[in-house]
């Protein structure tokens, strides 16, 4: 039995005229570290909603852990953690007194899954005394993270949990994620961040309510259709619109200090692109074959769809 399933669910807004959910089916198994990877407005947090019952679907079925999301939405709350995107702890509460509120709610103790949340909460610990509102954006993230882990929850719905945080709070979030799926929680997370996909064992690609694909990191980018190429030169402005131009070029899009492309028919047309760029007295040239990202299967998709 999955831990996560959906099968055609579907959600809309506004009388039905923003459809945020359509028809989106995808099950997590027991145990997995899954990620719903897609940007704003994609329609991943009315989803998540959904999961944890704080949503009705308007069509469709879903299910967490075998319970209904609609006719069983009080045990669905008994066994799942969430953590939503903006941070909703009481900002006015300290550390320790979040960590005993939501440990009350759920009728256990700090102490009772300690364990659990220790690797966490001695990185915060030093704060305990410190009122939530006043804590760093990482410092936000764990407190949440120990919140929504104090009851041992079977499933862990994290929804966007890394936006707005540095770096180096990124790497050690998806760290804990690791140490926490060994403990045989089933993880569900969704991110706008497209290189944090490959740190998922399977993912689904959404926008605008559709899934676009479903499989590992490692199979989605096999799926990448052409050859691909990262080209740049001193004009990289100019050279966007000149690629763009060029007729045999399938897709042109910029990535970072690279433009990374694709043609219509690969056999000679590179050379003929580099020819035609050097007419146009472009500088620099440098042009490399490449491994497609997430970002480049999602954009592929996305032109597809």
Same mark, same amino acid.
């Given at each position: 039995?999955?831990?996560?399933?959906?099968?055609?669910?579907? *959600?809309?807004?506004n009388?039905?005229?923003? *459809? @945020?959910?359509?028809?989106?089916?995808?099950?997590?198994?027991?145990?997995?570290?899954?990620?719903?990877?897609?940007?704003?407005?994609?329609?991943?947090?009315?989803?998540? %909603?959904?999961?944890?019952?704080?949503?009705?679907p308007?069509?469709?079925? @879903?299910?967490?852990?075998?319970?209904?999301v609609?006719?069983?939405?009080?045990?669905? &709350?008994?066994?799942?953690?969430?953590?939503?995107?903006?941070?909703?702890?009481?900002?006015?509460?300290?550390?320790?007194?979040?960590?005993?509120?939501?440990?009350?709610?759920?009728? =256990? =103790?700090?102490?009772?899954?300690?364990?659990?949340? &220790?690797?966490?909460? #001695?990185?915060?610990?030093?704060?305990?005394? %410190? %009122?939530?509102?006043?804590?760093?954006?990482?410092? *936000?993230?764990?407190?949440?993270?120990?919140?929504?882990?104090?009851? &041992?929850?079977?499933?862990?719905?994290? !929804?966007?949990?890394?936006?707005g945080?540095? =770096?180096?709070?990124?790497?050690?979030?998806?760290?804990?994620?690791?140490?926490? *799926?060994?403990?045989?929680?089933?993880?569900?997370?969704?991110?706008p961040?497209?290189?944090?996909? =490959?740190?998922?064992?399977? #993912?689904?690609?959404?926008?605008?309510?559709?899934?676009?694909?479903?499989?590992?990191?490692?199979?989605i980018? +096999?799926q990448?259709?052409?050859?691909?190429?990262?080209?740049?030169?001193? +004009?990289?402005?100019?050279?966007? %619109?000149?690629? +763009?131009?060029?007729?045999?070029? !399938?897709?042109?899009?910029?990535?970072?200090?690279?433009?990374?492309?694709?043609?219509?028919?690969?056999?000679?047309?590179?050379?003929?692109?580099?020819?035609?760029?050097?007419?146009?007295?472009?500088?620099?040239?440098e042009?490399?074959? #490449?491994?497609?990202?997430?970002?480049?299967?999602?954009?592929?998709?996305?032109?597809?769809?």
């Amino acid at each position: 039995m999955p831990a996560v399933e959906l099968q055609s669910i579907s *959600k809309t807004y506004n009388n039905g005229e923003l *459809k @945020a959910v359509n028809e989106v089916s995808f099950s997590v198994k027991k145990g997995e570290l899954f990620g719903l990877i897609g940007p704003d407005g994609a329609g991943k947090t009315s989803i998540f %909603r959904i999961l944890t019952t704080l949503l009705l679907p308007e069509q469709g079925q @879903a299910s967490v852990v075998g319970y209904d999301v609609v006719k069983d939405y009080k045990e669905i &709350r008994k066994k799942v953690g969430y953590m939503p995107g903006k941070f909703s702890l009481y900002q006015d509460l300290s550390v320790q007194e979040n960590l005993e509120f939501f440990a009350t709610v759920f009728g =256990t =103790t700090i102490e009772a899954n300690y364990d659990l949340i &220790r690797d966490i909460y #001695i990185q915060i610990e030093p704060f305990r005394h %410190r %009122r939530a509102g006043k804590l760093s954006g990482g410092m *936000k993230q764990k407190l949440a993270l120990c919140c929504a882990l104090i009851h &041992r929850p079977e499933v862990l719905l994290l !929804d966007e949990p890394t936006t707005g945080v540095d =770096t180096v709070s990124r790497k050690e979030f998806w760290e804990m994620l690791k140490r926490l *799926k060994q403990e045989g929680i089933t993880i569900l997370v969704s991110t706008p961040y497209m290189d944090e996909a =490959t740190l998922c064992e399977r #993912i689904a690609l959404i926008e605008t309510g559709n899934i676009l694909s479903i499989d590992t990191p490692e199979g989605i980018i +096999r799926q990448f259709p052409k050859l691909l190429y990262a080209i740049k030169a001193a +004009r990289m402005s100019q050279l966007l %619109r000149d690629i +763009r131009q060029y007729p045999e070029v !399938d897709s042109c899009h910029a990535f970072g200090e690279f433009h990374h492309i694709t043609f219509r028919q690969n056999e000679d047309a590179l050379a003929k692109l580099l020819g035609h760029l050097q007419n146009l007295q472009h500088q620099g040239l440098e042009i490399k074959a #490449i491994t497609p990202t997430i970002e480049d299967c999602f954009i592929n998709l996305l032109a597809k769809a």
